[in-house]
Every structure is written in C-alpha cells, then in structure tokens.
T-cell receptor, first 114, second 114 residues
Framework: AQTVTQSQPEMSVQEAETVTLSCTYDTSESDYYLFWYKQPPSRQMILVIRQEAYKQQNATENRFSVNFQKAAKSFSLKISDSQLGDAAMYFC???????????FGAGTRLTVKP | NAGVTQTPKFRILKIGQSMTLQCTQDMNHNYMYWYRQDPGMGLKLIYYSVGAGITDKGEVPNGYNVSRSTTEDFPLRLELAAPSQTSVYFCASNPGRRTYNEQFFGPGTRLTVL
C-alpha cells in the first residue's frame, strides 16, 4: 500500500525567510500525482501546489515551489518570503492513477515568527 | 457554485446512537470521498464512490456505511457510534478518472462520541 511520510511534526520560520517541508512516499506506480495541502485553524483543506509524476519540471505557484525527486520518492515544499498567513498545518498527499485513493502524511505544523 | 457542502458542522452523539453525515457537491463531479481526521493526524479514506450507484471501501471503513443514489449526494452513515469514531469528517469530490485535478474538500464535520 502507498504510504506518505512527513518526518517533521513541527517547523518554525522567521517572517520573510525561506522554509522547506519534507515529504517522502512509497509506491510501485509510475504514474501518480502529488499534492501539498494547507489546513489553517478553520480546518478547510486548501490546495497549495500539485505535481504530476511524469513531469520532470518542478511545480511552482508564486512563493511556493517543490523539489520533486522521483527516483528518491521525495517531494519537498519550499515556501519563500514566509508570511504570517502561511502558519498552518501542511499535508503532503499522494494520489494514484485512478483517482480512488488519496494518501496523506501526518502533517507538519508550520509556525511563522514575526 | 457552493462547491462541497457538509452538514452538520458539529455533532455530539452518545455511544450506540446512529447518525448520517450529509455531503453535497454542485460541480457535477463523478468521484466523491469520505475521510476522517483524528487529532494530530492526516486524513484517512473511509469510503469512496466513482459514480451514482457505485461505492467502495477505503482504508478505514469499519463502522460506516455509504450510499450514492445521485451524482450530487454522498451521505455517510454511522451505526452504533463508538468513542473511537470521535473525529473530524471531510467529504471531497473530484471530476473523475485520469484527471489530476485536486480533490475539493468540504468544511468538515466535527463529531464527538461520548
């Protein structure tokens, strides 16, 4: 079964600095999708960024970018110019090719210090 | 477009009681999902549906039942509630097979079983 591991339960960053959240996963599939979701105290799950496994180019969304290493099964999230509003739980997620099972990591709680 | 809506937002049940969590989406998505999120953890898939009349078990289905009579609705039934079912429940939808679109999440239902 596919598993997703986030090894950093908590991370802290100074406002305007850069932070990287780690994620590794295990799968035997070659075609799959990876996501980072943000969950603020409101509990709403908000998509931050997504990556298709067949694309070698790392995805970027404004201040958010990923480092996707397919051979290493690693999918880290880099947040540049951190803002107070970035403080939240961040979940890494894996979805197989048939859209019927999304696996989540345990999450990383990000604190942003002013 | 309301997206994915869930009712109720909060509920307290006594052990042995039953209830139905409602989920509706207005995006004409084929795939719908139910997840639970235990404190400090990521989301785990309970059941999913790939279309009206078709449902299947996820990672943690015991103690739950689902039905999908329409494209829009995907209710989750808890029979004989137990304290272990205390959790936050999320409903989500996705356009369908072979798309990489993210899952669209509802706001969640916080359930406490005492």
């Amino acid at each position: 079964a596919q598993t997703v591991t986030q090894s950093q339960p908590e991370m802290s960053v100074q406002e305007a600095e850069t932070v990287t959240l780690s994620c590794t996963y295990d799968t035997s599939e070659s075609d799959y999708y990876l996501f980072w979701y943000k969950q603020p105290p409101s509990r709403q799950m908000i998509l931050v960024i997504r990556q298709e496994a067949y694309k070698q180019q790392n995805a970027t969304e404004n201040r958010f970018s990923v480092n996707f290493q397919k051979a290493a099964k690693s999918f880290s999230l880099k947040i540049s110019d951190s803002q107070l509003g970035d403080a939240a739980m961040y979940f890494c997620a894996y979805m197989g090719p048939y859209n019927n099972d999304m696996r989540f990591g345990a999450g990383t709680r990000l604190t942003v210090k002013p | 477009n309301a997206g994915v809506t869930q009712t109720p937002k909060f509920r307290i049940l006594k052990i042995g009681q039953s209830m139905t969590l409602q989920c509706t989406q207005d995006m004409n998505h084929n795939y719908m999902y139910w997840y639970r999120q235990d404190p400090g953890m990521g989301l785990k898939l309970i059941y999913y549906s790939v279309g009206a009349g078709i449902t299947d078990k996820g990672e943690v289905p015991n103690g739950y039942n689902v039905s999908r009579s329409t494209t829009e609705d995907f209710p989750l039934r808890l029979e004989l509630a137990a304290p272990s079912q205390t959790s936050v429940y999320f409903c989500a939808s996705n356009p369908g097979r072979r798309t990489y679109n993210e899952q669209f999440f509802g706001p969640g239902t916080r359930l406490t079983v005492l």
